[in-house]
């Protein structure tokens, strides 16, 4: 599936196209599929490019934003943030199921030996 990218008050380019694909196709690395990839160009009047993208996971949502005065920069701030994001999701499962797996032991061997001494 192809990112759908539009532009406000800059046109897209296929470099820049290119660009912004490249850095969804990296996310893939992951194994979490992003089903709807859509990103957003403008160029603010203060001479800063800002990028929003915005992709569903199941189970949820993914959504960052970056201003930079290079718009490569700003794609590649883009993608860090995106990054971060899907690396907490993935991550997620695992920390919650290793939080509640681990049972305290020692408090079975104390009751045990309380059971003895009476």
């Known amino acids: 599936m192809t990112v759908e990218i539009t532009g406000k008050n800059i046109d897209i380019t296929p470099a820049i196209r290119e660009r912004i694909e490249f850095k969804f196709k990296k996310l893939e690395k992951f194994q979490v599929p992003l ?16 990028i929003e993208a915005s992709a569903a996971i199941p189970g949820g949502k993914i959504v960052a934003s ?19 994001q899907l690396k907490k999701q993935t991550q997620k ?18 009751v045990a030996t309380e059971d003895a001494d009476a």
Not at 35 to 50: D, N, Q, T
Not at 71 to 80: D, F, H, N, S
Request: hydrophobic content about 30%; some cysteine; charged content about 40%.
């Open 35 to 50: 089903i709807s990839k859509h990103a957003v160009i403008s160029k603010e009047p203060s001479r800063k490019f800002k």
């Open 66 to 84: 970056a201003e930079h005065d290079d718009m490569y920069g700003a794609i590649t701030e883009l993608y860090q943030k995106l990054e971060r």
């Open 93 to 110: 499962p695992a920390a919650r199921r290793a939080s509640h797996c681990e049972k305290p032991e020692v408090a079975e061997e104390e």
